[in-house]
């Protein structure tokens, strides 16, 4: 296809055809890429076109490509995000109809989570921070030994007593 003139403008139809003529197929292939999904690429593909169109006079011709993946992606990025946010939102929701629908499990998790306190407290000094230092903190036995100032097989042992510990105490009132 020949362009118009040597200073082509993007909003002149047979520019703009030239211009999706040269990348649909590229940038189709690009989002399906990234989004897996072919319907969807068509979508975002279209969008940026218009896109495109609506902003034709602010776009040089030479920076029609760019600016189209860029707007496709951009475009891509963010249903991303908000598909996260849904999600997120959505095991919110279900995680909190689940607990308010049954007032026995509320209970019990309150009385578990009093028995482990108990538990934990009653555990040795040493055992007590190697505990919490890997459960809570998600300190590696490494880690644990240098703040500590002891070995790793301390560390090991410890941790071995305090879960032996727990397990048996827990075990008994459940």
């Given at each position: 296809?020949?362009l118009?003139?040597?200073?082509?403008?993007?909003?002149?139809?047979?520019?703009?055809?030239?211009?999706?003529?040269?990348?649909?197929k590229?940038?189709?292939n690009?989002?399906?890429?990234?989004?897996?999904?072919?319907?969807?690429?068509?979508?975002?593909?279209?969008?940026?076109?218009?896109?495109?169109?609506?902003?034709?006079?602010?776009?040089?011709?030479?920076?029609?490509?760019?600016?189209?993946?860029?707007?496709?992606?951009?475009?891509?990025?963010?249903?991303q995000?908000?598909?996260?946010?849904?999600?997120?939102?959505?095991?919110?929701?279900?995680?909190?109809?689940?607990?308010?629908?049954?007032?026995?499990?509320?209970?019990?998790?309150?009385?578990?989570?009093a028995?482990?306190?108990?538990?934990?407290?009653?555990?040795?000094?040493?055992?007590?921070?190697?505990?919490?230092?890997n459960?809570?903190?998600?300190?590696k036995?490494?880690?644990?030994?240098e703040?500590?100032?002891?070995?790793?097989?301390?560390v090991?042992?410890?941790?071995?007593?305090?879960?032996?510990?727990?397990?048996?105490?827990?075990?008994?009132?459940?």
């Amino acid at each position: 296809m020949k362009l118009v003139n040597d200073n082509p403008s993007v909003c002149e139809k047979k520019n703009f055809e030239y211009i999706y003529d040269e990348y649909h197929k590229s940038l189709y292939n690009f989002l399906y890429y990234r989004c897996g999904d072919k319907d969807r690429a068509s979508d975002l593909v279209q969008e940026a076109y218009i896109k495109l169109w609506d902003n034709c006079k602010k776009v040089f011709f030479d920076k029609a490509k760019s600016y189209l993946y860029t707007v496709a992606n951009n475009r891509f990025l963010t249903e991303q995000a908000h598909e996260k946010v849904k999600l997120k939102y959505k095991n919110h929701v279900d995680h909190k109809s689940t607990t308010n629908e049954n007032p026995d499990f509320l209970l019990q998790e309150k009385e578990f989570k009093a028995q482990l306190k108990n538990a934990i407290e009653n555990l040795k000094e040493g055992e007590r921070e190697v505990f919490l230092l890997n459960r809570i903190e998600k300190k590696k036995f490494r880690e644990i030994a240098e703040i500590l100032d002891i070995s790793i097989k301390t560390v090991e042992k410890r941790m071995s007593k305090a879960l032996s510990k727990l397990k048996e105490e827990l075990a008994v009132k459940l």
